[in-house]
Structures are given as structure tokens and as C-alpha cells.
């Protein structure tokens, strides 16, 4: 079983009536209710837990964390950015969703801007599975679609992705890295473009789909932990 955190920053169900109708619990329990039926150990955390619910306790007893935040990104303390950041390195796995990708932790990771185009316009969504080798990418078709979605178009300022599952077109004709993984020290990390809080995406039975094959993806591998430093020789070395 993958021991599972679901993280939210929980700010838009508490201060949007339309949000509240579609995620009444919030969008990190509507995540953990679809993925339910998963070989998961689900818990969630919010931000305005202390330690925003990702005390040392926490992380050290999550293998895979999926971070969902949006209006908040700043409030959230640079303590326990490093925190989660040291624990990707050592081989915990992150899957960031949608405006995720403006996140402390994301940002840090990918060590670039991660800035992109949006619009917000009821804009058809067509998600095209680009490696349908990936384990990401399991159950589904050559493409699924979203009938409304908040818009994200290139560039989007993100170092080239290790692998590229999925690329979105957008009704209005932009197109999107909407899935990439990628590897930081130990840890795996998958982003996944859609979920905006005003949709609810977070019903789809396709994008459950991803984000839970997405989990087990990023689940810790039983590899031997880098050693780092000054080495000593494991042959003698001859005098020359």
C-alpha cells in the first residue's frame, strides 16, 4: 500500500460560493474520495494546519505527496518548503497539479520561473497521450477530453520534462506540456496540467485515472541511496 498525502491549500471552498458547490469538502477530499478505491493509504493536510500539515512526522510516513495550491503560494513557509524539497531528494514522490506549477516547491524543483499563458473561457479541452508506453498513462485512449477547462498555453518555462506523457489542445487553439515527469535526486515528480477550482475536473473518472496512475508512478523505488563527499578508493591505487 502507497502511503498518500493530499495537500490543499483550501483557501478558494472557504471564499467562493461556486467552488464550495462543486468541492463542499474541499478539492483534497474529493481526491482522496476518487481515489478511494486505489491501493492507497490516504491522508490529507491543509495550509492552515500547523506546519500546513507537513510536519516531519507526516512526511517521513508519505511516499508520494499530490500538492494543489493557487491563490496562496506565498504563505506557505520557505521552513517547510526545504523540508518537502529534502524529502523529494531522498526519494519521496511528488505529483503537482494544475496551478501547482507556480508553487514554492515546484519552482524550486524545476529551478525555473514556471510561467505560462492562461485564460479563463470555458475552453474544450483535448488531452493527447504522446507516450502511450508510460505507466502514466495506462487505461487510458489515444486522447480524452475536458468540456470546459481554464486555458494554459506556451510557452510554459519549465526545463524540458525527463518524459512528456500528454499534451493538451485548447478550443481557443493553444496547445500545452500538460504532463511531465521528472527525477531530483531520489524523487520522482509528475505534473499534471488540469483542475481548475472552478470545474469539476476532479470528478473525471479519466483524470482520476492519470493522477492515480500518476501515484504509483512516483512511489519510492527501493534503490541504493547516492553517496556524496570525499571518497575513499575501492582499488588500491599504484604509486606512480
Known sequence: MIKLTIWN???????????????PQGIHQALADGLADQPFVIRTATQDQPEHGLTEEVLNDTDVLIWWGHKTHR????EIVNRVHERVLQGMGLVVLHSGHFSKIFKKLMGTNC??????????ERIWVVDPAHPIA???GSYFELEREEMYGEHFDIPAPDELVFVSWFEGGEVFRSGCTYHRGKGKIFYFRPGHETYPTYYNENVLKVIGNGVKWASPSQTATPVYGKSEPLEAISAK
Not at 9 to 23: G, R, W
Not at 75 to 78: A, F, I, P, R, S
Open 115 to 124: 510561467d505560462l499563458r492562461w485564460r479563463e473561457a470555458d475552453d474544450r
Open 138 to 140: 495506462e487505461g487510458l
Open 75 to 78: 504563505l506557505v513557509e520557505d
Open 9 to 23: 491549500e483550501f483557501h478558494h471552498e472557504k471564499v467562493n460560493p461556486a467552488v464550495t458547490e462543486i468541492y
